[in-house]
């Protein structure tokens, strides 16, 4: 059973960095396609970036450069490193996990960021 627990989130003044992780358990998070997610208030689910098990990452367009995705497979568990912090930037995040040919099929509980 694939599971996948979010921390770091928090609140930040604009201008500011936060790094959240995504702890995978139940299957090696190597062998997975991995994602964050965002939801704001109001707003409808938001892709931010995705980690391909080959090494490969993308990124929306209002993230690239202020944001890093990243795995430590030792530890089983996938970042996101995000600097110069906006309002906009407020949400909910989600980390999410799928194999090789299936949909987004694993997610979190999600953890809080809030830029004041």
């Known amino acids: 059973h694939v599971q996948l627990v979010e921390s770091g989130g928090g609140s930040v003044q604009a201008g500011g960095s936060l790094r959240l992780s995504c702890a995978v358990s139940?299957?090696?998070?190597?062998?997975?396609?991995m994602a964050w997610y965002r939801q704001a208030p109001g707003k409808e689910r938001e892709w931010v970036a995705t980690?391909?098990?080959?090494?490969?990452?993308l990124y929306t367009n209002s993230v690239k450069g202020r944001f890093t995705i990243s795995r430590d497979n030792a530890k089983n568990t996938l970042y996101l490193q995000m600097n110069s912090l906006n309002s906009d930037d407020t949400a909910m995040y989600y980390c999410?996990?799928?194999?090789?040919?299936?949909?987004?099929?694993?997610w979190g509980q999600g953890t809080q960021v809030t830029v004041s």
């Open positions: 999410a996990a799928r194999r090789r040919g299936r949909g987004w099929e694993y």
């Open positions: 139940g299957y090696t998070a190597s062998e997975l396609f």
């Open positions: 980690s391909f098990s080959e090494g490969c990452e």
